[in-house]
Nanobody, 124 residues
Framework: QVPLVASGGGSVEAGGSLLLSCTTS????????VGWFRQPPGREREFVAA????????DLAGSVKGRFIVSRANAKNTVYLQMNSLNAGDTAVYYC?????????????????WGQGTQVTVSS
């Protein structure tokens, strides 16, 4: 397994939006569920969102529910995380990784390989 590439991060004011992308050149990408995770400064990695292989099922952490949307475009080997109404608590390095759907939505975080992630910084 190779790490997925997360991109689209940046610095944004509180209340703003960012669109993160997760992609890979591996053809097997479309066969797997994908999870989004983040690691705030000084904290452990935490679950953010997950989407199953087809995009028919999605799950969001309570802290982002109603603000974030996870989707995927398998023809483009890409999973998206649309982040709206961002606040300071969303500041973190965001990662994506494939995994088993049931494990992803259970809140487990031992997935990967992680790659470098993409930094999201929310200022007030």
């Amino acid at each position: 397994q190779v790490p997925l590439v997360a991109s689209g991060g940046g610095s944004v004011e509180a209340g703003g939006s960012l669109l993160l992308s997760c992609t890979t050149s591996e053809r097997s990408f479309t066969a797997y569920a994908v999870g989004w995770f983040r690691q705030p400064p000084g904290r452990e990695r935490e679950f953010v969102a997950a989407i199953n292989w087809s995009g028919a099922l999605a799950d969001l952490a309570g802290s982002v529910k109603g603000r974030f949307i996870v989707s995927r475009a398998n023809a483009k080997n890409t999973v998206y995380l649309q982040m709206n109404s961002l606040n300071a608590g969303d500041t973190a390095v965001y990662y994506c990784a494939t995994g088993d759907w049931k494990r992803l939505i259970s809140g487990e975080t031992d997935f990967g390989p992680w790659g470098q992630g993409t930094q999201v910084t929310v200022s007030s």
